[in-house]
């Protein structure tokens, strides 16, 4: 028979089979022989008590041989010779995964890509961390695989009701992910082995048929009859299909002000500014696992914290362990960073988003301090220009070449210069700037507060030791571009379906991924 069993085990314990058979056969009440294998279904860390345990759910096989577990099969068709075809604008998680499903569905999917294929863009990358040049096609947020592509390549999320996560993870463990994201709580991939899978991913769109090109910049629609007919790309070809998805993230500033320029409604959406913190990752294990920091049998430790202050959420992001901060922006003159970390999150500090919501209210208070605002108080723009301003002046503080403006951690919530900077793993390097110079007196005053607040629910984290680096202001697009909720279809172009983290409809891999599925399926029934 099969059983499902959840137990507890302590660390050193928990990836010992002798030691997890012997449970299931207590609990079970049978002999430990009886016990012939498991699967791991769930997987947690419980630090919360003094005693750190190991939360183990298993699917037991008891007197009957053990089947090792199956992989999921995914029916993807030669659609070469298919009638229907979509462009998908993008390859970021929503474009490949809208992709791969409209191939299972039998309909051609042909994917224009702004940047380059993985292996090329990592000189790109080289150039942006090492001389501070940027290729504004070819960064961290454009090219193959998106922003996702050299990310933590984190895996959780809560939009459980937009689509499959399971269906997702198993996708991700057809092109070479290890399956314990299958049952970990907090699966990520890891930026080392991202490009290899995204890599996977598109031979497999083009061994089917699909057309994956690069360096194909869209730079306009072309509307009849309230249909897109076909998109002209940067190098002067046009490309025409049935339906367009429009999945190009929420760095593509460029789509947003073209949107605009043709009157194609959009809307301004409320977004999260701040700064990114990295500690030693040895002082958030000790604050985390206290007593347990140096066992071996621990990963290394994360956190997640919110605090509200003056009526505003202050809340950490994208928190990578082991990890390493990274150049995030996508133009000259502008300073973004973000966070990633390899599989083995084994370097030598844990990085953090730490930011605050801006609304629409606090971009228009703000346009009489700003020359660059002026003028938008009514443009669904204006968030998007409020978010550049920052980035800019951030740019500009740190002195040119991505360097970045920072400051201690204690030091920014006291208003103090900081007169020296801790080592960081920030490669283009840092300023010390007293960062109330460059962020927005609310989000200054909200994120000063914070810390404070996070070092009495942390003890030990709010500390000199921790450096605070701005800006992290790409934490979702500035901008939502609206579509019918029965059709996914844009209200005023009935054959443009707007996509993941760009459109506003996402937030993180898994639930870009889900919703780029989501449209190739509403396509595939209109078109079937």
Known sequence: MQQKISFKLLPSEASDESIIKKIIAQTSGKKQSAVTGFHLLKKSIDARAKTIWVNLTVNAFIDEPFKV????????????????????????????????????????????????????????????????????????????????????????????????????????????????????????????????????????????????????????????????????????????ADNFILATGHSARDI?????????????????????????????????????????????????????????????????PGGIIAPASTAAGEIVVNGWS????????????????????????????????????????????????????CFDAGGGKFVAPAQRMVDFSNGKNSSSLPTCSYQPGLQSVHLKEVLPDFVYQSLAKGFIEFGKKMPGYFTNDAVVVATESRTSSPVRIPRNND?????????????????????????AAMDGERIAVQIAALIS
């Open 487 to 511: 059709t996914l279809t844009h209200p005023q172009i009935k054959n443009l379906y707007p996509c993941g983290e760009g459109a506003g409809y996402a937030g993180g891999i898994v639930s």
């Open 256 to 320: 947003f002000e073209l949107l605009h320029a043709k009157n194609i409604l959009i809307e301004a959406k409320p977004f999260a500014l701040g700064v990114r913190i990295e500690h030693p990752q040895i002082l958030i294990n000790n604050c985390q696992y206290k007593s347990n920091a140096a066992n071996d049998a621990l990963p290394p430790a994360s956190y997640s914290l919110v605090q509200q202050v003056n009526g505003r959420g202050v809340f950490s992001f994208c928190m990578c």
């Open 69 to 240: 577990r199956e992989p999921q099969l995914f029916n993807f068709r030669d659609v070469r010779k298919a009638e229907k075809k979509v462009i998908i604008i993008g390859a970021g998680p929503t474009g490949l995964f809208a992709a791969l499903q409209l191939i299972e569905k039998g309909i051609k999917p042909i994917i224009l890509e702004r940047g380059k294929d993985v292996r090329t863009r990592r000189r790109d990358l080289a150039m942006l961390n090492k001389e501070g040049i940027i290729n504004p096609e070819s960064n961290y947020c454009f090219g193959e695989g998106g922003a996702g592509t050299y990310s933590d390549g984190k895996l959780y999320t809560r939009s459980n009701k937009r689509g499959d996560i399971d269906r997702i993870l198993n996708l991700f463990v057809r092109f070479g992910a290890e399956e314990k994201i299958l049952y970990e709580a907090h699966p990520h991939i890891g930026t080392n082995k991202l490009p290899h899978i995204i890599t996977a991913m598109r031979n497999q769109i083009n061994d089917c048929g699909g057309d994956f090109l690069f360096e194909k910049k869209v730079i306009d629609l072309i509307i009849e009859k309230e249909k897109i007919q076909s998109v002209k790309t940067a190098d002067g070809n046009t490309f025409e």
């Open 342 to 393: 390899p599989s083995k999150r084994n370097n030598p500090f844990a990085n953090s988003g730490m930011v605050v919501q801006v609304e629409l209210e606090d971009a228009v208070k703000n346009l009489g301090k700003f020359k660059s605002l002026e003028g938008l108080e009514n443009s669904p723009l204006l968030l998007m220009e409020f978010q550049k301003m920052v980035e800019q002046k």
